[in-house]
């Protein structure tokens, strides 16, 4: 949570007033408020842009998760974030109990199969693909998550100046009553002085290194904006795939198939890249943070309510008192900031951008096209499938489970190397397109290794249909795993060596 919009004067700075939050005491029980996290999160981020939401909070005694954002990052992405986390299991559930039920219906003969239109009426597959979408984003967008969490502009008053007034005297306070802190990281957060002081109040309220680390979330802004790029290329390759079957198909409409995947891989590239500078830049301000360096709001308008016109006290001189109240003096506090905080944030934010497991979760989406598959095979032959044709169900693991990863891994290697910020913007393009263009060497070189098994023609031939698919899955499924679990060890570990040697 970053320091909470000033329409009124601070109050002074004085002596008594770092005394009584030395203490981390609230002033006020009526101050100590919550909200639930569904009121912040609707009607896309209320929470975060609207004003007048002091009613949606009331008095709790314990917090469940505070919120520490910056002000400085975009709306939008700590929005699409917080949805992707507090809704996204919901919406995984979901979307797979929406295309099970599609596919049983579609499967028994209720919903009505549909043609190609263009291949002369080969299967479309598409029902249960759409109904898994569908219930994606409207789970992600109307889910209700129901945990008490604090965000300034909802739990604290923004009319009243003596509310108001008491709520940020008992900052410390909140953060002691707070189980969890949740830091949506940008590349702004370590800039912002309230911000630190918040990590650094929470983390002294908490006795022993276990405790602190098991309470603090960190998750970068990135991630919504990652996942909805995730997902709009799932949903555009799939829907092409249904749509264009075979490549003997006009080069116009292989051309409008593929522009809009290339689009979502060049913006990828190019997020990507930022999140490599912005790691950087953050871990490298965490190793030479000095007080006087972090920037605050007041600060930034020269102590000028830029509403009012009215001067407006430096909450600089209140926070360093209260940093030299709760670590004995400033240096200390910038050493435990240069060792504690640095290592929590080099541990979450870690070597990758995305953990595994939400890489998993991102790619279970194409598990809905062999459900098509198999509903449209019982709705033309009228009976249940086989075995030999449930064996479609395992396909996508090798996509989920190790090349889905693998991918990713050498994206992240190749925008790690592309990640300088070039002055000239359209050199800074024409990076982003080789970088696309590296991205997609990747993609043919994994294509023609998967390949593989079906040149061995001798086996092929020699075997039945299931038993070389089993031979195919294997091969496909154990050589990339190793790939993917080598390539993830190895960039972590030059990473750390990296770290070593920096240190």
């Known amino acids: 949570m970053a320091a909470p919009e000033r329409d009124v004067p601070h109050i002074d700075p004085k002596e008594s007033l770092a005394a009584f939050m030395k203490g981390m005491a609230v002033a006020d029980p009526e101050v100590l408020r919550g909200t639930a996290a569904h009121q912040a999160l609707s009607r896309f981020g209320q929470g975060f842009r609207r004003r007048g939401l002091f009613g949606k909070s009331w008095p709790v005694t314990k917090i469940g998760q505070f919120w ?52 002369d009426g080969r299967p479309l597959h598409f029902y249960c693909q759409s109904t898994g979408f569908v219930a994606v984003v409207l789970t992600v967008l109307l889910w209700r998550p129901g945990r008490t969490i604090f965000l300034d502009r909802i739990c604290i008053h923004q009319e009243d100046p003596k509310m108001k007034g008491k709520a940020i005297t008992s900052m410390g306070g909140f953060l002691k009553h707070s189980e969890e802190l949740l830091i949506l990281f940008d590349e702004t957060y370590t800039q912002r002085l309230w911000c630190v002081i918040e990590l ?30 995730i997902f709009m290329m799932q949903v555009l390759f799939l829907f092409a795939n249904a749509m264009l079957p075979t490549l003997d198909v006009p080069p116009v409409a292989l051309i409008l198939a593929l522009a809009p995947q290339l689009t979502l891989l060049y913006l990828a590239v190019d997020l990507m890249r930022r999140v490599h500078r912005e790691k950087h830049a953050a871990q490298t301000r965490l190793k030479t943070f000095r007080l006087q360096d972090a920037q605050c709001y007041c600060c930034t308008v020269n102590h000028t309510n830029p509403k009012t016109g009215k001067r407006i006290n430096c909450d600089r001189d209140v926070l360093t008192g209260l940093v030299q109240s709760w670590f004995g003096s400033v240096e200390a506090f910038e050493s435990q900031v240069r060792g504690d905080v640095l290592q929590l944030f080099s541990r979450q934010l870690g070597v990758h951008m995305f953990s595994y497991r939400f890489l998993l979760v991102m790619n279970s989406g194409i598990l809905f096209w062999p459900m098509d598959c198999l509903a449209w095979s019982a709705a033309l032959h009228g009976e249940i499938p086989g075995f030999s ?29 592309l990640q300088k910020q070039q002055q000239n913007l359209w050199c800074y393009r024409a990076v982003n397109v080789a970088g696309v263009l590296l991205l997609m060497l990747g993609f043919a070189v994994l294509f023609v290794f998967t390949d593989l098994p079906k040149k061995a023609t001798p086996f092929a031939s020699s075997r039945s249909w299931l038993e070389f698919q089993t031979y195919k899955f294997l091969f496909d499924l154990g050589i990339l795993s ?20 920096q240190a």
């Open 389 to 417: 044709q449930f064996w479609i169900m395992f396909l996508p693991l090798v996509w989920i489970l190790a090349a889905g990863p693998l991918v990713v891994v050498w994206a992240e290697f190749v925008t790690r190397l």
């Open 68 to 119: 520490s954002h910056s002000w400085r990052e975009r709306r939008w992405k700590k929005t699409l974030t917080l949805m992707i986390v507090f809704n996204g299991p919901a919406a995984l559930v979901a979307a797979h109990l929406a295309a099970i039920l599609t596919m049983l219906l579609l499967g028994a003969g209720v919903l009505p199969p549909v043609g190609h239109p263009l291949f």
């Open 200 to 229: 650094a109040a929470f983390l002294k309220s908490r006795e022993g290194a276990a405790a602190r680390a098991n309470s603090v979330q960190i998750r970068p802004t990135y991630l919504g904006p990652a996942a909805l790029a």
């Open 482 to 501: 190793a790939v993917a679990i080598v390539a993830w060890n190895v960039q972590t570990c030059l990473a750390r060596i990296n770290r070593v040697r």
